[in-house]
């Protein structure tokens, strides 16, 4: 849960503003700047408000911003100021504070305003440098592959992530493209700055145009305050734009506008801000040249293409599976406290015989949810849950193999372990059951666990 430091001395304003909030945050409180800067050293809220005169000194707060952004300089800070004449709350946020707030208080304005400081300070998490050779720098966008077209990729990559130029990367759903933008901002010389990422299909057309771009109090209604758009919060760093075909095509012509001349107007608003943003989009959609392709207008897909990465699918890299599954592995067996935790030998070479649709992001989910319902930490092949049809060609001895498991698993489970049962039930006798059972690595006491488990 968020942290968030309420700053009153007002004890009845305190005790409202906990009542409202302590659902969705940890709520923290002081009525001193000593005791905000004790606080924030202590337990790092995220955000924090502010009364602006705080102990009687009507620009008490601004002190107290200055002292909260020489400790974090990237804490949010909602200023709430009873002073209704003097332009404080506008000097506050020209010291640094996120946004202001006049008493008394409208707790859902507040609560408006604190998801988007929250939205955007966690995008602003700066990533931890590590000198290292590989791709990216940060561990937790690590991509990984040994094979010929991921060389190529990591070779695009060091090239390009020094420059400024825009990057298009394109490929199916599932092939990693956020973490092929994120390993070339990394790379380069804004890897100390934000990085924003985007879903241009999860925001609402209706809404696009103003989180993307921001607005001025008054551009329309409900718009009470100024608003910071996306694009701007990137500012000196980057902006990654995922599934930009879903981008509405009039607001491609904004975009395509800002990237000629790196000048933004927020909506309503007359001047225009200069910002220094990198962009980098990507996309599943193809033949985007085309001028009928009907996602990307052709100058826009011009103009974002100075370089472009086509992301290979996992199934024609298939030498970097298992070097990708042995980490998904190691990670889980802290992630589900399971240090013993392994893939069987069927079930390593069901994953190189399966053609992978959904490709990493695929292969990542079956094996977080085979770590979980496996038996004895072995992951079976029948853990995996693959489906029939997305197997590539099989060869006749393990079609037969896969065949004689599922068959003998079948039984079992109908036979609600009964060896006698099942026997009867598939005109074998024990012995030669039993046989096949040890053949294929199966239990009685295996089948009811893994019964058990996929009940729950």
């Known amino acids: 849960m968020v942290k968030l430091l309420l700053v009153e001395d007002n004890i009845g304003l305190r005790e409202q503003m906990k009542w409202a909030l302590n659902a969705d945050y940890e709520i923290l409180e002081t009525e001193s700047l000593q005791g905000c800067v004790d606080t924030l050293r ?15 000194k009507p620009e008490r707060g601004l002190e107290i911003i200055d002292a909260v952004l020489t400790e974090d300089r990237l804490a949010k800070i909602i200023v709430i100021t009873s002073n209704m004449t003097a332009d404080l709350g506008s000097r506050a946020v020209e010291r640094g504070a996120f946004d202001y707030l006049q008493k008394p208080v409208d707790i859902e304005e507040l609560k408006v305003i604190l998801t988007r400081a929250c939205r955007l300070s966690s995008l602003e998490k700066p990533p931890v440098e590590k000198a290292a050779d590989g791709l990216p720098s940060d561990s937790d966008y ?12 990591f070779d695009h990559i060091r090239k390009l992530a020094p420059t400024d130029v825009n990057v298009l990367i394109t490929g199916e759903s599932g092939t990693g493209k956020e973490l092929c933008a994120r390993a070339i901002h990394y790379h380069s010389n804004r890897r100390n700055e934000i990085f924003v990422p985007i879903n241009c299909g999860s925001i609402p057309a209706s809404l696009m145009e103003s989180e993307l771009f921001g607005y001025v109090k008054g551009a329309f209604t409900g718009a009470n305050t100024d608003k910071m758009g996306l694009i701007e919060s990137a500012h000196k760093g980057t902006l990654f734009l995922d599934e930009i075909g879903d981008m509405p095509m009039a607001l491609q012509v904004k975009l395509l506008r800002f990237l000629q001349d790196q000048k933004l107007q927020r909506v309503g608003e007359t001047s225009f801000r200069s910002l ?18 009907g996602a990307m207008r052709t100058d826009l897909y011009y103009r974002l293409s100075e370089f472009e990465i086509t992301l290979p699918p996992l199934r024609d890299r298939k030498d970097d599976i298992p070097h990708i599954a042995a980490n998904i592995i190691d990670n889980n067996r802290a992630k589900f406290n399971q240090p013993r935790l392994k893939l069987s030998k069927r079930a390593d070479q069901m994953l190189l015989n399966y053609s992978w649709p959904g490709n990493v992001r695929e292969l990542e989910n079956k094996l977080n949810r085979a770590s979980i319902t496996c038996a004895n930490q072995v992951i079976e092949a029948e853990d995996l849950q693959l489906s029939e049809t997305s197997f590539t060609v099989l060869s006749y001895r393990e079609a037969r193999q896969m065949f004689d498991r599922n068959f003998l698993l079948n039984a079992l489970k109908q036979a609600k372990g009964n060896i006698s049962l099942a026997a009867k039930v598939t005109g074998l006798t024990r012995p030669t059951l039993y046989d096949m059972m040890k053949k294929n690595g199966i239990t009685v006491q295996m089948e009811a666990k893994m019964d058990d488990k996929a009940a729950e």
């Open 276 to 293: 220094n943003v990198r962009i980098i989009a990507a996309t599943n959609k193809t033949n985007l040249s085309d001028k009928d392709n």
């Open 142 to 153: 690590l991509m990984i592959g040994q094979s010929e077209p991921m060389r190529k990729i």
């Open 42 to 56: 202590k337990d790092k809220p995220v955000v924090i408000c502010l009364d602006m005169g705080l102990e009687n």
